[in-house]
Structure formats: structure tokens, C-alpha cells
């Protein structure tokens, strides 16, 4: 009986006590990938979901990813852009997809142009002014070599502006993940913007609250350190936001 009386609560999770700093609102938007119909959308819900909640210091963090699969990424990245001339304090973390999409872009070599092609830059690259046809006419090198005067500068120079990392109060917001039992610190950008099962698969606390994109769930996944706000919005219409104030978050989906 004393023993029950005496006995210690559970500890908390992280999730349960993570905050970030007073006065502020985060509204974090996962993997995009092409669907600037669904960004759109989204950000008329933050918008709305924000004035309804009344004054803070608001920022807006991308998980990264906007661009492939989806059928209009440069719109996506026009979209986003326009976010940063409209006085509002937004972020944004450069996906595994940005990362290879800028290296075709920038060296222009066959074999990273393929890769790029077989994840889903070839949505990503008939997004721009080139027909159908002319895609389809041109052989990889040409191909290659027609980046240079299809892909905006002003584009590149806007992805190559990304985060790798951003850290506001207990959580940290990443691409894809972060290597278990390395510091927050010390992370390889390759793992930040890479790392799957090592990540998705470790078990207990880790130092910060991480919030990521890259792997996707059916739905929102919490558990133990890690929430992952991708939900496939590519394919499944489904675009995800979290967002955090205080000690609470809430969730909004298109």
C-alpha cells in the first residue's frame, strides 16, 4: 500500500515538455515536392490559424524538399520567394532533393543529372519553359547543357541560401534527420539531409525535440524525441504543418 502511495510518476517525454521561446509562434511545413496548389493552400490556413491566435513574433520554417515528383516545383520555389518579400521572418532547410537539384544545375555532368532525373527532376525541369517535345528531343548532354539558360539564377541563388539546421527553444528542425548519439553540433550536413532507418529507428530521448520531413508517414508520427510532419503531399493531396507555441502544438493539413 505505501508502496503505492510513494511510487514515482513517469517521467516526461520530451515531447511533452518541449517549448519554444516565449512570445514566439513556429508553423514548420513539411515536404512539399511540386504541389505549389497545395503550398498555397497551406499557407492560407497558417495565415487564418495565425490571426486567429492573435499577436506573436511568427516565423515559418520549410522542412525542405520543394522541389520533384509534384508537377510545378518552380512555382513552388516562385511562392516561397515571395514569402521573404513580404516582411514575414521565414526559414528554410535544404531537402536531399535541393542538394542534387542545385549539383545538375551548377556542374551540369550527365551522371548527376541522371539521379536527378530519377527522383523526380524531370517534373521539376518541365515545370520550367521547355515543351514537352524539346524534353523529350534532347539527349542527356543536351539536356545538360540547356540548364544553364532554363533554370532562373535567381532560383539557384535562393536555394543555395538554405539551412542545414534551426534550432529555436527544445526543438531543432532538420531535412531528414540527425545520426543518434552525435551532437547537435557535430551533425554531418550528408545526415541532415540524407539519413533514414538509423534515425527513424533509434530509441530514447535525444537532445533536442526533432521535427523533420523526408521519410513519410500516412499521418503525423510522434514518438519519443521525434515528429515527422511528411505525409507524402505529392501523391496523397495531404500537405502538413505543425505548429508550436509555448508548450503547445497543433497541426494543419490541407
Known amino acids: 500500500m505505501l508502496g503505492r502511495l510513494f511510487k514515482k510518476a513517469a517521467p516526461s517525454r520530451p515531447l511533452d515538455t ?23 493552400a497551406l499557407l492560407a490556413k497558417i495565415d487564418a490559424d495565425d490571426q486567429a491566435r492573435g499577436a506573436a513574433d511568427t516565423q515559418i520554417v520549410f522542412l ?27 526559414r528554410y532547410l535544404m531537402g536531399n532533393h535541393e542538394e542534387v537539384f542545385l549539383k545538375a544545375c551548377r556542374e551540369r555532368d550527365t551522371k548527376t543529372l541522371r539521379f536527378f532525373l530519377k527522383i523526380g527532376g524531370d517534373a521539376t525541369l518541365q515545370s520550367y519553359p521547355i515543351t514537352r517535345a524539346e524534353y523529350i528531343e534532347l539527349d542527356i548532354e543536351q539536356l545538360a547543357e540547356r540548364l544553364a539558360t532554363l533554370v532562373p539564377e535567381a532560383h539557384l541563388a535562393f536555394l543555395e541560401s538554405f539551412e542545414d539546421m534551426i534550432v529555436l527553444g527544445d526543438y531543432a528542425f532538420v531535412h531528414a534527420g540527425i545520426r543518434p548519439g552525435v551532437s547537435l553540433s557535430e551533425q554531418r550536413k550528408s545526415d541532415l539531409r540524407w539519413i533514414r532507418d538509423e ?4 530509441r530514447g530521448d535525444l537532445e533536442k525535440v526533432i521535427v523533420y520531413g523526408h521519410t513519410i508517414y500516412d499521418d503525423i508520427d510522434e514518438r519519443g524525441s521525434r515528429i515527422g510532419i511528411d505525409t507524402g503531399a505529392y501523391a496523397s493531396g ?16 490541407t
Open 18 to 40: 518541449a517549448r519554444v521561446p516565449d512570445g514566439m509562434r513556429v508553423y514548420a511545413i513539411g515536404d512539399i515536392h511540386g504541389r505549389n496548389d497545395l503550398l498555397q
Open 64 to 90: 525542405g524538399d520543394l522541389v520533384d515528383r509534384g508537377s510545378d516545383s518552380a512555382g513552388v520555389i516562385d511562392t516561397a520567394m515571395a514569402l521573404r518579400g513580404q516582411g514575414r521572418t521565414v
Open 199 to 202: 534515425f527513424v529507428g533509434q
Open 238 to 253: 495531404k500537405l502538413t504543418a505543425i505548429g508550436l507555441e509555448g508548450a503547445d502544438r497543433w497541426y494543419l493539413q
